[in-house]
C-alpha cells in the first residue's frame, strides 16, 4: 500500500491543504509533504492522529480496498447441467451472486424441461425470454411467455418454468434476493 498517496488522497478528499492538515495534527507543513511523497514514514501514534484529523482510523485506512468488478466474461459464470429435472442447464451469469443483492442467471430448457419449483418469497423476481416459448406456473395460474417478452413477479406462491415447445427455450432470469 502506498500510504503517503493514500493519504494525500484522503487530504485531498476532505478539502485541506498540507498546512490546514499540519495545523490540525500540529505537525509541520514539510513533515506532511515527506509523508505524502513516501520521503518519511510517520509513527503509529502520528499515523493514527492524522488519519483520526482527516476523519479515519487505523482500521478503516487499511482495510482491503477489492476492485468491483463490472464485466464478467464467461469464464468467469458457472453452468449446472440436470438433465433429470431441467432438460437443460442453468448458468451463473456473475460468480458469487449469491452474495450480491440480485443473483442473474441464464436457464436452457430443451423439450419438455421444466425450472425448479422455487418457493414463495419476499423478494422479486423477472425473467426475459431471449429463445422459445415457456409457461409461467404460479399457483395455479399457467401464463404463456413467447420469446422477447418478459415477466416480473413477486412470488407469493410457488411458481416455476415449463418449455412450452420443441425448441430450446433460453431465459435471462433474475431474482432478488438471490434465490437459485
Known amino acids: 500500500m502506498d500510504i503517503g498517496n493514500a493519504l494525500r488522497l ?12 499540519a495545523d490540525r495534527c500540529e505537525l509541520s507543513k514539510g513533515f506532511i509533504s515527506q509523508v505524502e511523497r513516501n520521503l518519511a ?4 501514534a502520528t499515523l493514527t492522529d492524522m ?3 482527516l476523519g479515519s482510523s487505523l ?7 477489492k476492485d468491483e468488478r463490472i464485466v464478467f466474461t464467461p469464464q468467469d459464470m458457472f453452468e449446472k447441467k440436470d438433465e433429470e429435472l ?3 442447464s442453468v448458468t451463473w451469469l456473475i460468480p458469487d451472486a449469491q452474495k450480491n443483492q440480485m443473483e442473474p442467471i441464464l436457464v436452457e430448457l430443451g423439450e419438455g424441461g421444466q425450472s425448479y419449483t422455487m418457493p414463495p418469497s ?6 426475459y425470454v431471449l429463445s422459445g416459448t415457456v409457461y409461467l406456473i404460479t399457483g395455479q395460474e399457467k401464463t404463456k411467455i413467447k420469446h422477447g417478452c418478459s415477466f416480473c413477479i413477486h412470488p407469493r406462491s410457488e411458481h416455476r418454468l415449463i418449455n412450452a415447445g420443441k425448441n430450446c427455450a433460453r431465459i435471462i432470469w433474475v431474482s432478488t434476493p438471490p434465490s437459485f
Open 59 to 65: 482500521s478503516s485506512f487499511f482495510a482491503e480496498q
Open 86 to 88: 431441467l432438460r437443460g
Open 10 to 21: 484522503l487530504r485531498l478528499q476532505r478539502g485541506l491543504t498540507q498546512e490546514e492538515m
Open 51 to 53: 488519519l483520526e484529523c
Open 41 to 44: 514514514s510517520p509513527s503509529i
Open 122 to 127: 419476499e423478494g422479486e423476481e423477472f425473467g
